[in-house]
């Protein structure tokens, strides 16, 4: 996922249309429209900042996402980079609750993995 897939993902969840990112972005329409079209990379860097504002990430989540896909898993993917973001935007009680089921995840899942070896 590039940068410009990884700002469309996020306005299609955050907002309910691009019109609606465009004016809560203070942004003209035909700027988003025409950036996602031809890529964020072409656009004004005032303009892409105030999208990350918009989006409530950072300028550096665009950039690990564009690396992320040319150079494989040598850094975090674009989904990872994204689940950091959110990750770093909840209260330390949900983050404690993420880390619980995140481990109790990895337990189950390392099991299921021991039994399926156990059977090959």
């Given at each position: 996922m590039d940068s410009t897939e990884l700002i469309l993902k996020l306005i299609?969840?955050?907002y309910k249309s691009i019109r609606q990112f465009s004016i809560a972005a203070d942004i003209p329409y035909s700027t988003v429209k025409s950036g996602l079209k031809a890529g964020?990379?072409?656009m004004a860097v005032e303009t892409v900042i105030k999208m990350c504002t918009a989006l409530d990430i950072?300028?550096?989540?665009l950039t690990?996402?564009?690396?992320?896909s040319k150079k494989g898993n040598s850094q975090l993917?674009?989904?990872?980079y994204y689940l950091v973001e959110r990750y770093?935007?909840?209260s330390n009680q949900s983050k404690q609750e993420i880390m619980r089921y995140i481990e109790?995840?990895?337990?189950?899942?390392n099991v299921e993995t021991q039994k399926?070896?156990?059977f090959k």
């Open positions: 299609n969840e955050k964020i990379k072409g950072q300028m550096d989540t690990i996402s564009d690396s992320s993917s674009a989904d990872e770093r935007s909840l109790y995840r990895h337990n189950t899942d399926n070896q156990k």
